[in-house]
């Protein structure tokens, strides 16, 4: 219940403190590459730096610790990843005495998007409670930015520059000369194995996305279904394109089946992690030259400062390494980009990757990664002279992983036939075009709309930001495009429940009624027999274009009545202008004849009060 106060309770700590610790709190998976590339560059430098998951730290040992570096993303709405979320309200509890960490200095490096209005909010707040606790930032808060025209890399850097001389100012002993990268030994060792037995080998090769001969009901109730509250074995049941072909973008009705003890409540979230589309791991493994089919164990090289993660364990083939795990398709990271010129057999690719990788040459790597979009295959097969060269222990630190992605659940929770309940996802595959020749697409978009009825993947099921009003409570619902996909949920269980059609309004937006109109049959549906209030804005089926907030000013009557009332405002959708000119719009209705600074105030005291909730994505 508080932090360990004996400092010498065991003899092992004093030299374990004197290596400096870093702990990450990361939701996808951004937060825990960058916290190893700093756990790579302070190995170079000769510190035996230790990296953990905040959660799986044990924190009442914090005051021991003399150098702690902190990497956090923010995720939802300005909240901590779900591995920090035990490590925080640790750190919350009002026992703790606010000298508690005066020996310790700290660093905090947030990463962020700044389209989101609680733009880096982790970083800040437990920056904040560190230093009330007593602890000295050893370096001002850096804060990443995913907007930044180098992004994440902006603000890494430089922070990494100021790093390495507070860790010696603080008494940590760093190498003169870095080991260069190729004398490095890999953070993870792969080793051939024999082929397991055949039933072990199905076990070890039961996460693959391998289409289930038969009914979905056989396939989700499989043995080998993992266990757990919150994580399943689904099955999918439909794929199909909701958006007229002719429309711009391909929006995906994608539905599974999971065994009936799955739940959830309106506004949860489905998290999906991608596979490699079969494709992209041949091209990989070309240019590797490693054998898919080959099976190998995967090992830390050091123990002591490595910890290998859940899904590396047991025995494997190449072909799940470079599908499950690793993500070729992913953008490259500095380490792609320096491993790489570690086993360029040509002078001139070596010098081109190295440059890329100094503060000098940030703006050519902008022009040739981020500008473009380049993937890290297409960046390996510019550099040929690499081919085949690299062992695949380093590949493991030369690709980035899959990271999960967050899928809000479209539909209310009911139980189905034969012991199954019903799954939906609104999904926009993600598809642009730049520089390059071939499309960009979006790795777990992409990997979506390729799944067909039978497949077999997994899904995790967690409490979403959405609050759930009581059914009696009058909602104001605001959700254009893939927005709609929660509030869908929240309609259909205000509707089961019998909610009155005077306190559910719905608004929802959409280019043209004939090419995107998600859902529209239901909600039509629902208005036409009084049980939801309806307004649909269409923006491109008629010359002056309309959104919805103009919808929401044109039923200004309506919308105060119902906020009188105490309705609650739910909003969801794109984080770019959108909330903005939604929140503008209730500011408008409710300025009254008190002028638009009573109309804001209205809108604060609502968002104070738990009454105006957004839940928005980039």
């Not at 190893?36 to 560059?41: A, F, G, N, Q, T």
């Not at 995913?146 to 994440?152: D, K, L, P, R």
């Not at 953008?331 to 100094?358: I, N, Q, S, V």
């Not at 274009?545 to 405002?569: D, P, T």
């Amino acid at each position: 219940s508080s932090f360990n106060s004996n400092r010498h309770c065991d003899p092992a700590l004093p030299s374990m403190a004197a290596a400096p610790l870093i702990l990450y709190a990361s939701q996808t998976g951004t937060a825990a590459d960058v916290a190893e590339h700093v756990h790579r560059e302070a190995r170079r430098r000769g510190l035996a730096a230790r990296l953990e998951a905040m959660d799986e730290y044990n924190i009442a040992n914090l005051i021991q610790e003399t150098f702690v570096i902190f990497i956090c993303s923010t995720t939802g709405q300005g909240e901590e990843p779900d591995n920090m979320k035990k490590f925080w309200r640790f750190l919350l509890k009002r026992s703790l005495p606010l000298d508690s960490l005066q020996a310790l200095q700290c660093a905090v490096f947030g990463l962020g998007d700044s389209t989101y209005k609680k733009f880096n909010f982790v970083a800040k707040k437990l920056f904040k409670r560190l230093t009330q606790l007593g602890a000295t930032p050893a370096l001002p808060l850096a804060l990443a930015d995913e907007q930044h025209a180098h992004g994440i890399d902006g603000a890494l850097v430089p922070f990494l520059s100021a790093l390495w001389p507070a860790l010696v100012a603080a008494g940590q002993v760093l190498n003169h000369e870095c080991v260069p990268d190729d004398e490095m030994p890999p953070l993870f060792t792969v080793s051939p194995i024999a082929a397991p037995a055949e039933a072990e080998a199905d076990a070890a090769t039961n996460n693959t996305n391998a289409v289930t001969p038969g009914s979905g009901a056989a396939a989700a109730s499989a043995p080998g279904a993992r266990a757990g509250p919150a994580h399943w074995w689904a099955v999918v049941e439909e794929n199909h394109r909701m958006t007229a072909p002719t429309h711009f973008q391909d929006v995906r009705h994608v539905v599974f089946s999971l065994p009936a003890a799955a739940t959830w409540q309106p506004g949860d979230i489905a998290t999906l992690t991608p596979h490699t589309l079969p494709d992209v791991v041949a091209a990989t493994a070309e240019y590797l030259g490693c054998n898919l089919d080959e099976w190998v164990q995967i090992t830390p090289t050091d123990p002591t400062t490595t910890t290998l993660p859940a899904p590396w364990t047991g025995p494997m083939q190449v072909r799940r390494i470079l599908s499950e795990l690793l993500c070729p398709s992913a953008a490259p990271r500095r380490a792609t980009l320096a491993l790489l010129a570690r086993f360029a057999a040509a002078a001139h690719e070596r010098e081109k990757l190295l440059d890329m990788g100094t503060a000098a040459g940030q703006e050519d790597l902008y022009a040739y990664v981020h500008r473009p979009r380049r993937t890290c295959l297409e960046v390996l097969q510019d550099f040929p002279s690499a081919r085949g060269r690299i062992p695949l222990s380093f590949v493991l630190e030369l690709l980035p992983r899959h990271r999960p992605r967050d899928y809000s659940i479209a539909n209310a929770c009911v139980p189905g036939p034969v012991g199954l309940v019903r799954l939906e996802l609104a999904v926009a595959i993600v598809a642009y075009r730049t520089l390059m020749a071939a499309p960009r697409t979006g790795v777990c978009s992409a990997w979506l709309a390729t799944l067909q009825p039978g497949t077999r993947v997994r899904v995790t099921v967690r409490r979403g930001t959405l609050p759930l009003p009581p059914p009696t409570t009058p909602v104001i619902l605001v959700g254009p495009g893939t927005g709609i996909a929660p509030l869908r949920a929240l309609v259909q269980h205000r509707v089961a429940a019998g909610t009155l059609a005077q306190d559910t309004l719905l608004f929802c937006g959409y280019r043209n009624r004939s090419g995107d109109y998600l859902f529209g049959a239901e909600f039509d549906e629902l208005a036409a027999s009084n049980r939801i209030l309806l307004a649909v804005a269409f923006s491109r089926d008629q010359d002056q274009k309309q959104y919805v907030q103009h919808l929401i000013c044109e039923r200004a009557a309506v919308v105060k009545e119902m906020v009188a009332r105490g309705a609650v405002v739910l909003l969801a959708g794109s984080s770019k202008r959108m909330p903005d000119d939604v929140e503008a719009a209730f500011v408008t209705v409710l300025s009254g004849l008190d002028g638009r600074e009573a109309g804001q105030a209205c809108v604060t005291a609502l968002q104070e009060s738990g009454r105006y909730h957004t839940e928005t994505w980039s």
